[in-house]
């Protein structure tokens, strides 16, 4: 069965860092581009960034501008997002999601249209 696998989460005092990991089961995540989302309880969801299916290109909402980084290596099949300077705020499920239009992620990203694949979330929890 197709699907994203997102790990890496779990509880971190204020600035802290977690590196998030999506992971594809069933198949290869190369032709797809690839973003992260939260959703906090009670808020929408937002998306943070979004990686291009060559990795060549990346692309920043506000909410993850200076403090996120994603990347992502092809021999292992995961895309990574590393959060620096977590703060109370950063409390939510994150998820990742696949889409084989880079600009159709984006897109998603800000409330248009959906994407292929979603991963089942995983939370991270900011607290001291």
């Known amino acids: 069965q197709e699907q994203l696998v997102e790990s890496g989460g779990g509880l971190v005092q204020p600035g802290g860092s977690l590196r998030l990991s999506c992971t594809a089961s069933?198949?290869?995540?190369?032709?797809?581009?690839i973003g992260w989302f939260r959703q906090a309880p009670g808020k929408e969801r937002e998306g943070i960034s979004c990686?291009?299916?060559?990795?060549?290109?990346?692309y920043y909402a506000d909410s993850g501008k200076g403090q996120f980084t994603i990347s992502r290596d092809s021999s292992k099949n995961t895309v990574y997002l590393q959060m620096n300077s977590l703060k109370p705020e950063d409390t939510a499920v994150y998820y990742c999601?696949?889409?084989?239009?880079?600009?159709?992620?984006?897109?998603?990203?800000?409330?248009?249209?959906?994407?292929?694949?979603w991963g089942q979330g995983i939370q991270v929890t900011v607290s001291s």
């Open positions: 990686i291009s299916s060559g990795g060549g290109m990346a």
């Open positions: 999601a696949a889409d084989v239009d880079f600009a159709a992620l984006i897109a998603t990203m800000h409330g248009e249209g959906d994407c292929n694949f």
């Open positions: 069933g198949f290869s995540l190369d032709p797809y581009a």
